[in-house]
């Protein structure tokens, strides 16, 4: 069974307040660029510094805000931090559609791309808007992959966001609940 967050992070010590740790190498949390320059400075330069090599992004492309409103593409900014520190970010697009679900074999794809990472000595960070629906789903089929039960992995989701009200409920829908239950590596 994988360590997960509480065990190997502090979870105060985190790059941003809608970020947790998941594992040493894993962290998950809501959408990390803002419309505001000085909140985006802030959020992409902490992420930079914990050292996140891939960006797992769980956003479709041309994803709007609830004012109908682009989100900023963050990137540009956080590869300038990251190679300011000596480092590379990349980021990798696994849509899946706000409040929904993907199939089995798309979200067993995003865990290999996870471990991959990680295997590679790298640092993950997966987000989508909010960082409760697809995101948690995504934790718990990760967690899932690494020997949790379904019911294990949704406790310890929750175990993870439990002092951080702005992660509840994660997952979002009974669909996104059902499908981490019926999920299998």
Known sequence: MAKTGA????????????SYWVSEHLLAGAYPGSAQAA????????????GVSLVVCLMEEHERDRSGKPFVD????????????????QRVRHPIVDGSVTDLEHMREIVRTI???IERGGTVYVHCWGGRG?????????LITHGFTPAAA???????????????????????KDFIHSFSP
């Open 7 to 18: 065990h190997l992070m502090n979870q105060t010590d985190l790059p941003y307040f809608r």
């Open 154 to 176: 949704l406790e310890e989701l929750q175990r993870l966001v439990a002092e951080k009200p702005v992660f509840q409920p994660t997952p979002e829908t009974l669909e996104q």
């Open 74 to 89: 963050y990137m540009p900014l956080l590869s300038s931090y990251a190679q300011e520190l000596g480092q590379n970010v």
């Open 134 to 142: 697809r995101t948690g789903s995504v934790v718990c089929c990760w």
């Open 39 to 50: 909140e985006a400075e802030t959020k992409l330069k902490a992420l930079a510094k914990a």
């Open 115 to 117: 471990d991959a990472e």
